[in-house]
């Protein structure tokens, strides 16, 4: 089983990743679930049809009582009303400061469950599960957040979790899209901190076909990675942001494909292809590279159509809308070389030549 260690100034816990992860539940985790009154498990309704049974089992040992709670799958969890909902129901079954959280299913699940945590009674503690490779991201770091009709992640807060523990058995289930997701931001881990890591990725032939063997370690990496950057700066005053590689653009690709079209690491590999472009004339980066990544997107499912079917001018004012984006300027992270990122505001004008040129450069594929 693999593990690493996430030291924050008061709240450092570990991340575990294995196929027996789970069976930590009655050794390294007990004290801490014999310690609290009352255990809610809030989880993805897909997640749970497909395999609650097997986290109920790991925790059929522990005498603590615990309550499950299913939410709306996938991102459509992330509403007021579900918040409200939960926060409802920990309060109907009695729950008290003294009660703990686990977050079944995807970075949604998660990142609401975070969020009920660190806000019912002022901050309960939480653990996650996460069900989907995509988690690898959104569990680590304290990130909380759900929407409101106006925007993405509007509403949230920091909250670290007392422990992450991933069983990688569960993904055998995840669809293609999915995998799809969540292997574009290990590709991000990789583009922001190492050279030689991102071209075996890219030249893998099972990029998005991994084997759970390949899978657990490089994930593994992926965590390394964002441990360090969220060790080194909590609340994204400063290198946090590099983990924004390919989001600006692509949290407007997310946007106007409406949330759900596209999945949102799929909205990230186009939004790294324009960083990558960005990069070719604020950095030092190649023509060529920009061109292999837009080939090897292309031959591992996903897709540039969006940018073909939307004007710039749509694309930018969603981009304004980002609530990174500050006083209306834009602020990419780009690399200087693969492996050091830096972050530039760019002008509109440029940023409507780099949109051509994606568009020029992904002509043809679907
Ligand atoms: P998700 O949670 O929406 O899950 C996607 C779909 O996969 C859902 O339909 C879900 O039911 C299904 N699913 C999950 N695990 C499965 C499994 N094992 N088998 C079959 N189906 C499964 O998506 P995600 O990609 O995991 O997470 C995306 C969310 O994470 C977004 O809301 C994003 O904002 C958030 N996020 C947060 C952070 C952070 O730092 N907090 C970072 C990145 C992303
Ligand atoms: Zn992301």
């Known amino acids: 089983m693999g593990k690493l260690s996430v030291n924050i100034a008061d709240s450092s816990y570990d991340v575990h990743i294995g196929a027996d992860s789970y069976g930590l539940f009655t050794t390294d985790y007990t004290e801490l679930l014999e310690s609290v009154d009352k255990i809610a498990i ?16 790991s925790l059929e040992t522990i005498s603590c009582e615990i309550l ?18 939960c926060l409802s129901f920990l309060l109907e079954n009695g729950f008290t400061r003294n009660s703990l959280l686990i977050a079944f299913g995807g970075g949604a699940c998660g990142d609401l469950t975070g969020f009920v945590a660190a806000t019912f009674m002022r901050g309960i503690r939480y653990i996650h599960c996460p069900t989907s ?5 959104s569990a680590v770091g304290g990130k909380t957040a759900i929407n409101m009709p106006e925007g993405k992640n ?9 422990g992450v523990l991933f069983n990688e058995n569960l993904f055998i289930t995840l669809p293609p899209r999915e ?8 590709l991000k881990h990789a583009f922001i901190s190492d050279i030689a890591w991102t071209k075996e990725l890219l030249s893998n032939p099972s990029f998005t076909n991994p084997s759970l063997e390949w899978l657990a370690p490089e994930l593994l990496r992926g965590i390394h990675v964002k441990a360090k950057i969220v060790e080194a700066d909590e609340y994204e005053k400063s290198v946090r942001k590099f983990l924004n590689f390919g989001h600006t653009f692509g949290h407007a690709v997310e946007a106007v494909c409406g949330f759900g079209g596209l999945s949102h690491g799929e909205c990230v590999m186009i939004g790294m292809a324009y960083g990558l472009l960005l990069s070719e004339t604020n950095g030092e980066l190649n023509e060529s590279l ?11 499912g996903y897709t540039f159509t969006p940018i073909h079917e939307h004007s710039f001018e749509t694309f930018y004012s969603y981009m304004t809308l980002d609530k990174k984006a500050s006083f209306g300027k834009l602020n990419f992270v780009l690399l200087k070389e693969v492996g050091i990122p830096f972050v530039k505001e760019i002008p509109k004008k440029q940023l409507e030549k780099a949109f051509e040129q994606l568009q020029s450069r992904t002509e043809g594929m679907v």
């Open 42 to 57: 809030i989880a993805d309704e897909h997640v749970a049809s497909l395999h609650l049974h097997v986290l109920q089992d």
């Open 68 to 85: 499950v709670k299913t939410v709306p799958a996938g991102e459509s969890c992330k509403t007021t009303d579900v918040y409200t909902d």
């Open 133 to 137: 490779i995509l988690a690898h991201d």
């Open 154 to 162: 509007m509403v949230g807060s920091f909250h670290q979790p007392s």
């Open 179 to 186: 995998i799809r997701s969540g292997m574009a931001e290990l």
């Open 290 to 300: 920009t061109n292999e990544f837009i080939q090897f997107a292309s031959s591992n």
